[in-house]
């Protein structure tokens, strides 16, 4: 930069480095790095406390990136950028100097935008007129620096994880023991009182939804809602400024890390749902805020032949391009930087088979698995899939590389309809019991690939979903349209809540039954927050707009709440201490002989404890099921390279609804059995013993589950 460029910049500036990306501080100044292919000149805007703004002409451009470094320039300076380039929509171009635009490397964002018209661009020939300076977010310097102590990644196996799915705001917001002013907050989340309820429950996995900077959604704005969910990213780098307690220049980042920290300090993984398929832009009617006013063409999936319109695969508006190398360099520096600098132990990637769409299809072999799979950050570090988008051939359960775990879609569907009693259910039931080798197996993946769950934040909480036959959407202010369509019927009598008390306890019942088999499933569970407390949304099935009591956590427990509480820590616990209720590897029908018994690792049986036949998986009105688990045919070493045994178990399953009286199967199985679990009951039972060959009646919509000890303990 010459020195009349300098003095008219008002501000010193030197020609610093095209990277990193982004604004980094290094104790002296701040180096400042923007892509852009198509521009034809850059602006660096300062934005003081007062209001004043200072442009510096990024002079220097170097592969496409154009940068400056400023000295001086330090944490708590607010940026943003003015990109002058062509106007052409027909051409994919969408330059306009007058837009203020977010850095997308920013590790920090203050403000939000406020739906003013100057954001869009309405002018039917050319870009609208008003400056958007005032009315949309800035970006801002941070300090890396922070005190991370003795911190380290808990690095729990996938086989002894349980994934609790939590929402922020939504966990914290009515805690009575969080003080007010942290309430909602990352702070929040890492108060002692949010901790012990997370370690006492058991789970070892906290996956947050989006806490990527996003925005708020004018439309929803204008109904006296909000985009609770967070799923319209605008800052791939930048915690939600809406969750400090302690400020937005940069504070967030620093309460984010001292989260983790409190977390990690309890054993507890953080995994981040992240949603790298989109942006909060929308389609070309949507707010220009960044990538769109930075490079419109290399950021965006545009239309073939149509590059005025975007190409959606997600029903937002727009999809990133993912065979742009700066989009994958986004994208894998994005995963990083949260990884080594913020600590977070792994990833759920939002509508994951947009990710894989180079060109059209959904594609194994895509540039940006084959970047995973060779990343040695990331490729370390927990990988799940939201296995699907809204695109043509979208859903892929079972189809992603063998590194990752899946949200097991399959696994939902086929548990729901079980425990609803549906016809031809169990054939499909007793794969996703046993960890979905059908789906997984083909190749060479483990259990650990199926993410199982009953219910997420998109569709009913668990008690809702044995409470309400429809959905009750009609808060949202789409007339009841939005959300999945129907929840079927649970044969409970009366939809919505009710003091009948045969209805209340069928309820209780079937919330024990899902929370039960979702927990002595083989593969990864995943709980939704609350659902261990009978959390409600009042039939509300899509509550992705309510920052309200709807979606937040009631800390105010009845007799009946505490009740499910302490049975979802009783399975929890089970869980945890039987490796052969979360093998590492799917069952091989292999046999082992102890005494002269030879019993294969898992047999299904009848409710007379004869063994199942091709003719009864095939029965339509087959509902009742035994499964013996042998403890002693594990066949995995543990850390030591010693054969691991353990108790066997005999689950018995009745989705019906009547009573079915099962017989315990021979002396071969055991002996004796004693109780550990009946879904029939609202407690822990008293551990009854029961002999061989004996019978037992299991309740109408119950399951009990038996055990007797190794024979191979010593």
Not at 239 to 260: D, I, L, S
Request: negative net charge; hydrophobic residues 35%.
């Amino acid at each position: 930069m010459t020195a009349k460029q300098k003095r008219k910049a008002g501000v010193p500036a030197w020609s610093g480095h095209p990277y990193p990306l982004g604004a980094a501080f290094d104790g002296k100044g701040t180096n400042f790095a923007l892509f852009s292919e198509v521009a034809e000149r850059v602006e660096l805007i300062l934005v003081d406390d007062d209001g004043t703004h200072r442009r510096v002409p990024l002079i220097e451009v170097d592969g496409f990136v154009w940068h400056a470094y400023l000295p001086g320039v330090g944490p708590g300076q607010r940026y943003g950028y003015r990109v002058h380039g062509p106007w052409a929509p027909a051409a994919g171009h969408r330059c306009n100097p007058k837009k203020l635009l977010l850095d997308p490397y920013t590790r920090a964002v203050d403000g939000q935008v406020d739906n003013h018209a100057s954001l869009f661009e309405h002018a039917p020939n050319g870009p609208a007129p008003a400056d958007s300076a005032g009315h949309t977010m800035l970006g801002v310097v941070t300090d890396p620096a922070f005190d991370w102590g003795d911190d380290s990644p808990p690095r729990r196996p996938y086989a002894d994880t349980v994934i609790y799915e939590a929402h922020v705001r939504g966990l914290t917001r009515t805690h009575p023991e969080v003080p007010p002013d942290l309430r909602g907050t990352y702070a929040g989340l890492a108060h002692p009182a949010i901790v012990e309820h997370l370690t006492s429950l058991g789970v070892t996995a906290v996956e947050l939804m989006p806490v990527h900077q996003f925005v708020q959604d004018g439309v929803l704005g204008d109904r006296g809602l909000s985009n609770y969910w967070g799923y319209n990213t605008i800052g791939f780098f930048a915690p939600h400024n809406a969750y400090a307690a302690h400020g937005t220049r940069g504070e967030q980042v620093t309460e984010f890390k001292a989260m983790v920290k409190a977390l990690h300090a309890a054993g507890l993984e953080v995994i981040l749902d992240v949603v790298y398929n989109h942006t909060a832009e929308g389609n070309e009617n949507g707010p220009t805020l960044s990538f769109r006013g930075i490079d419109n063409a290399s950021y965006y999936r545009l239309v073939d032949g149509d590059w005025t319109h975007y190409y959606d695969t997600t029903g937002t508006g727009n999809s990133l391009l993912m065979r742009h190398p700066y989009v994958l360099q986004l994208i894998m520096d994005s995963l990083r930087y949260w990884v080594t600098e913020m600590h977070v132990d792994g990833f759920r990637f939002d509508l994951a088979a947009t990710l894989a769409r180079q060109f059209h299809e959904v594609d194994r072999l895509s540039a940006f698995f084959d970047l995973i799979q060779q990343d040695p950050v990331i490729s370390r570090v927990k990988l799940i899939a939201e296995p699907w988008d809204v695109g043509e051939g979208g859903y892929q359960v079972g189809n992603f590389p063998p590194l990752w775990s899946e949200w097991n879609g399959k696994y939902r569907d086929a548990v729901r309809d079980f425990w609803r009693a549906g016809e031809h259910t169990l054939g499909e039931f007793a794969s996703r019991l046993t960890g979905s080798s059908d789906l997984y197996q083909h190749s060479r993946r483990r259990p650990r690939a199926s993410v199982n769950f009953v219910t997420a934040h998109d569709g009913f909480t668990l008690r809702d979903l044995v409470s309400y036959d429809d959905k009750h959407n009609e808060a949202n202010g789409e007339g009841n349209r939005d959300g999945e369509s129907t929840n079927r019927s649970w044969n409970c009598g009366v939809e919505g809540e009710t003091r009948a008390p045969a209805v209340r306890e069928l309820r209780a019942r079937q919330q024990r039954n899902f929370l039960a088999t979702l927990l002595l499933s083989q593969g990864i569970p995943m709980l939704c927050h609350g659902d261990e407390l009978g959390r409600t949304q009042r039939g509300n099935n899509n509550a992705y707009c309510q920052d309200n009591e709807v979606s937040w956590i009631d800390w105010r427990l009845t007799d009946e709440q505490q009740d499910l509480l302490g049975f979802t820590r009783y399975v929890i616990a089970l869980r945890a201490g039987h490796p052969v209720l979360r093998r590492r590897r799917f069952f091989r029908g292999e046999t082992v002989t102890h005494a002269g018994q030879p019993l294969p690792d898992l047999v299904w049986l009848l409710p007379d404890a004869h063994g199942m036949t091709d003719a009864d998986w095939r029965r339509s009105d087959a509902h009742s099921v035994g499964v013996f688990l042998n403890g002693d045919a594990i066949a995995e070493p543990d850390p030591c390279g010693r054969p691991v045994v353990d108790d066997s178990f005999l689950l018995l399953l009745n989705s019906y609804w009547e009573p079915v009286d099962f017989q315990l199967p021979d002396v071969t199985y055991g002996e004796r059995w004693t109780t550990l679990i009946d879904t029939a009951e609202p407690g822990v039972p008293d551990e009854s013993e029961h002999k061989a060959g004996t019978g037992m009646t299991v309740e109408a919509r119950s399951l009990v589950l038996l055990s007797r000890p190794s024979r191979s303990a010593g």
